[in-house]
Structures are given as structure tokens and as C-alpha cells.
């Protein structure tokens, strides 16, 4: 037998001794002298040195809970996580569309990776395919979820879009609409609820004055005040619609968004959205703000437990197999003019295109480094890693810039020296942790 490589012991910055396993998502809390003890079996694992150290009780525990596993054991785990993955990948029934109506947008976000994309609106002449080539895959019921550009810019194709597949008898299972909510008004409302919009996403960017400043008109007008009011509309009038409130934390506004989190959570009790924090990263090397790395977000957080009294945060692991539209065969984004591409990222980026609806052709050699050749199973660093059952692998983008363009990546979302601190803050909230005693 052996020492999971899933295994992860550490010494917190509080003083207590962890032991996490991945795979099984155990959390044990040791004493010193079995901390010990299995700090220094670990690198050169006997059984029978650990049996001298601890007793009969706890070694039963350890192999029962996968910290002390056969040989090959954790190995085979990883295939059958790998083989998960790829038969949802890989499952032609899994169909999704990821519409964008227009690439124009009536916002200059400093941070935007489609900035330099023309102000293309969908033909009728692409609308009338694009409801064949869904028509095609012989499914009556299908996510959709619209996104731009600033989709509501090509509101009347969105319309004519949707009439068209009632008239099909198609249905949509979770529809959505990613927006930044400047032109939301009756009508759209009204609208959107009739074909039951499952949830908006609308981003803001910080306190009112850091928002106008980063989420900008290009007209230059100040937008907060329209999107909230905005966004209340969507309370008012969509009910069962979910607001999905991003912000986008960067280093010009990390420290607004508590104030901001509290403020909206107050002033929007018992109505029906959330708010999402998420990091600005640059996948392209042309951020032109202070962007910052996946990795800051351990310290960010215990910066909101401690500072900031963040007490709703989920701080535990959790397993993941994950995947994303780039990672399914039959989930497509959709361009204005037809285009086929596997990431959200890549729209407007015709080198990137994996086909188009006009057509059967197929750029098989992208769409098989998406889905297999850039995955956390074609990383040696993720199939060594501790953290690999509860890691979906990071984004496969940023693999396939480096493998075509030598652009370095770090996807790793977490580092084994700041894992004690997470722990720390959960153990702390929580109290899981569990302990054995010799």
C-alpha cells in the first residue's frame, strides 16, 4: 500500500495540523504526534513504519478513507475521472448554443477581450440557417443563452429568433441572457418574460463612481444609475428571472466591492438575484487595467471573512468534473455571420472558427485540442497534482495560446502553501474539522 498522492499535510498559519484528501474530500484536524508521524512516512511510505506509530484504530480509518490506498489506486481514480468527462463531453445529446446577435456594444470596458470586433448585426439570411441548424440536431428542448457584444443592441433578430423557434415547437430548457443591462426597459421585460428567461447577468464594476469609470458608454454617459434602475425593472416585471450581479474585482476596485456587496444585498432584500465576484484575468496579453491572478483570490478572501465579516462564503472544497461550452462536442457559439467557435473568448476570431452553420465542414484538429488535447488530462502538472479530484483543470484557452502561440499560462486556481488558509478560515466559520486521537 501506499500514501495517496491526493494527500495534502499541512501546518496552518493558526498553528493546527490539517489533513485534506481530495479524492474523498477529507478533512481531518490531527494531533501533534500523529501530524508528525505521518509527515515523516510520507515521502518514503512503509505500513509497517506507520503501524509502529499509530494504532490499529486510525491505520483502519486512513485505508477506509483513501489517505493509505493501493498501488495504482489513485492513478485508475484519475481515469475514471477522465472517462466521466469525456462521456459528457463527448455525449451528442448534450446540445447548447451560446447566440451573439451582434458584436456591437454601446460600452468601451477597459477590460474587454472583444474591443476591436465591427459592429455586425446578424442577417435575416443567417437567422433563417441558424434556426435549420438547430432544427438539425433533432432535439425539441435546448439551452440558449444570448450574449454579445451587447446582444440587446440586435433585440428585434433576438425577437424574430425566438418566434421562429416557438413556431418549431422548440423549447428551451435554461435560457439566458448576458447583458450589461443599459437598455433593459418595459418592452424587453415584457418580452423576455413571455419566453421565460431563467437569468440575466449584468455586471458592476464597483461603487458608482469606480462603475462609470470602468463600465463606460461610449457616449459617455454615466451608466450605474440606469443599470440598477434597470435591473429593479427585472424585479418588477420578470419576477422569476434571476439577476446574476458580476463584478469584476481588479485591483482598482477589490476594495469597493464589500461596501458595494452590502449595500445592494440591503437594498435588494428578498428579491430575486446574486452577486458574483469574479477576478479580471487577461487571457489575451492586452489587459489594459490592473488585472490580477487566480491565485490572489485565497488572500482576498481572508481579507473578507476577517476584515470585511463575509460570513455566506462557500470556503470548503468541493469535487469538480466541470467543462464548458469549448469542452463540449455539441455546444457551439455562434457568430453573427454564421460562424462556428468553441469559446466565448474566440468570437469574431476567424482563425478560431471551427466550422459554420452553413456547412458541415469541421475544423476536427480545434475542436479535438479543445475538448482532449488542452484538458487538465493532457496537463502532466494537473495529473500529478494534489489538488486534481477537486480541480476541473483551469481554462483550456489559455493551454491552446500556449501551444500555438508560446503564450505562457498559469490555470492553477490554488497553491498548496496558501491551502492552510483556506482551512483555517473554514474550520474557523464551520468547525467541520474532524480529529483522531492515538
Given amino acids: ?173 435554461d435560457h439566458k441572457l448576458v447583458t450589461n443591462g443599459f437598455l433593459l426597459d418595459d418592452e424587453k421585460c415584457a418580452f423576455f418574460n413571455d419566453f421565460n428567461l431563467q437569468s440575466i447577468q449584468i455586471t458592476i464594476d464597483g461603487l458608482e463612481g469606480t462603475h462609470n469609470m470602468s463600465r463606460i458608454h461610449k457616449s459617455e454617459i454615466p451608466t450605474y444609475d440606469i443599470i440598477i434602475q434597470n435591473i429593479e425593472r427585472v424585479f418588477r416585471l420578470m419576477p422569476n428571472c434571476r439577476v446574476i450581479v458580476r463584478v469584476n474585482v481588479h485591483k482598482g476596485n477589490e476594495e469597493e466591492f464589500p461596501v458595494l456587496h452590502k449595500q445592494l444585498r440591503k437594498r435588494w432584500e428578498g428579491q430575486n438575484f446574486e452577486i458574483s465576484m469574479k477576478y479580471v484575468n487577461d487571457h489575451n496579453n492586452g489587459c489594459k487595467i490592473a488585472c490580477l491572478k487566480d491565485q490572489d483570490k485565497i488572500r482576498y478572501i481572508e481579507k473578507l471573512v476577517k476584515k470585511d465579516n463575509f460570513s455566506s462564503l462557500s470556503l470548503y472544497p468541493k469535487p469538480k468534473l466541470s467543462g464548458c461550452t469549448a469542452t463540449f462536442l455539441n455546444s457551439y457559439v455562434i457568430g453573427t455571420g454564421g460562424e462556428l467557435y468553441k469559446c466565448w473568448v474566440d468570437v469574431g476570431k476567424l482563425e478560431r472558427a471551427i466550422g459554420n452553420i452553413f456547412d458541415n465542414n469541421r475544423n476536427i484538429s480545434l475542436i479535438s485540442e479543445y475538448i482532449l488535447g488542452t484538458d487538465m488530462f493532457s496537463d502532466k502538472k494537473c495529473l500529478s497534482c494534489s489538488f486534481s479530484p477537486i480541480c476541473d483543470g483551469g481554462c483550456n484557452l489559455r493551454r491552446l495560446n500556449f501551444k500555438q502561440n508560446n503564450i505562457k499560462y498559469d490555470v492553477c486556481p490554488i497553491r498548496e502553501e496558501d491551502f492552510g488558509t483556506i482551512l483555517d478560515l473554514y474550520y474557523n466559520q464551520k468547525f467541520p474539522a474532524q480529529s483522531i486521537s492515538q
Fill in 1 to 173: 500500500m501506499e500514501w495517496s498522492k491526493f494527500n495534502i499535510l499541512c501546518k496552518s498559519p493558526e498553528g493546527r495540523n490539517y489533513l485534506y484528501n481530495s479524492r474523498m474530500n477529507l478533512l481531518l484536524k490531527l494531533p501533534e504526534d500523529t501530524y508528525a508521524s505521518l509527515w515523516k512516512n510520507q515521502q518514503n511510505f512503509s505500513l509497517d513504519k506507520l503501524k509502529g506509530d499509530l494504532d490499529e484504530e486510525s491505520l483502519d480509518f486512513f485505508i477506509k478513507n483513501k489517505v493509505i490506498v493501493d498501488s495504482g489506486e489513485d492513478d485508475n481514480f484519475l481515469l475514471q475521472k477522465k472517462l466521466l468527462r469525456y462521456k459528457r463531453s463527448l455525449d451528442e445529446k448534450n446540445v447548447g448554443f451560446v447566440i451573439v446577435p451582434t458584436y456591437g456594444c454601446n460600452f468601451k470596458c477597459p477590460y474587454c477581450y472583444e474591443s476591436n470586433l465591427p459592429m455586425d448585426i446578424m442577417s435575416e439570411r443567417v437567422e433563417d440557417q441558424l434556426v435549420r441548424f438547430i432544427k438539425s440536431f433533432g432535439i425539441n428542448e435546448f439551452p440558449i443563452s444570448w450574449h454579445g457584444g451587447e446582444p440587446l443592441l440586435a433585440f428585434r433578430r433576438i425577437k424574430s429568433i425566438l418566434y421562429k423557434l416557438r413556431d418549431e415547437n422548440i423549447k428551451l430548457s
